[in-house]
């Protein structure tokens, strides 16, 4: 092992595991992740990655905090509202494991910066809370060939999927985002905190499984959570052949060529 004996402490429930061990955590060390949000789901997400010692990090949001978040974004404090969440996630993050290089993009992704950004990290996580910027991250994900964590969540549920090239996506299971007015957000419908909570930890774990390549990966699956009755379901997803992104013969080549413009919900 590399570790010095500080790391052989921090990282020893790891390291005692047969599945990860000294050489396991050195591939956490070495690995790079992207974190679209800090916010209900990039929260837990952001916690256990920098927690687990996953060495470079990138935070992208271009919200500051608000009274509001705080029910659900526990990464942030009633003294940081109106502070920019990278950099108070970033805060709060270093305190937790100074191993952890962070890299901060205090702005949206676009269809400007998204392939660029993404392509540059090992896996990215979806955390973001609006369908055109999950359409936009499952996106550049593909075109890129990175894999990817998304989840989304409303009200009492949630949904979860883990998407590695050559399997299906986002829009496998779903080509287009919603019509206006089809689905509220959690501005609009509300959210128990919690649940964001729930999701995004099995994101967490998701992106550390593959990071230590071991076990099974929600992979072709949408595992569906109905936090209020404590129920999952996985559901099989088949690669959709005829996906305009990821299909036999796709039609978008480049997220500049799409319309992601967020439809408005005036439910």
Do not use: W
Not at 92 to 105: A, W
């Amino acid at each position: 092992m590399n570790l010095n004996e500080e790391q052989i402490e921090r990282y020893s429930r790891h390291i005692i595991l047969p599945e990860i061990g000294g050489q396991g955590q050195e591939k956490l060390l070495d690995g790079s992740v992207l974190v679209v949000g800090a916010g209900g789901l990039g929260s837990p997400v952001l916690y256990y990655l920098a927690a687990a010692g996953v060495g470079r990090i990138g935070i992208i949001d271009s919200d500051t905090v608000d009274l509001s978040n705080l029910q659900r974004q526990i990464l942030h404090t009633t003294t940081e509202v109106g502070k920019d969440k990278t950099a108070s996630a970033a805060d709060t993050l270093r305190r937790i494991n100074p191993d952890v290089k962070f890299d901060l993009f205090q702005e949206r992704l676009t269809t400007d910066n998204a392939c660029k950004l993404i392509g540059r990290y090992d896996i990215a996580v979806d955390g973001s809370d609006n369908f055109a910027t999950k359409f936009l991250v499952n996106d550049a994900a593909v075109l890129t060939e990175t894999p990817y964590s998304h989840a989304g969540v409303l009200r009492f549920q949630g949904q979860l999927f883990t998407h590695l090239p050559g399997t299906s996506c986002l829009r496998c299971i779903f080509p287009e985002p919603p019509p206006p007015d089809a689905v509220p957000t959690c501005r609009q419908a509300g959210i128990l905190g919690a649940v964001a909570g729930v999701l995004g930890t099995m994101q967490a774990a998701e992106v550390l499984k593959f990071l230590l390549d071991e076990g099974n990966l929600l992979t072709n699956s949408l595992l569906t959570a109905d936090i209020k009755n404590m129920q999952f379901r996985k559901i099989k997803v088949n690669r959709n052949q005829e996906c305009p992104i990821c299909g036999v013969e796709p039609t978008i080549s480049d997220p500049r060529e799409v319309n992601y413009e967020e439809p408005q919900c005036q439910l």
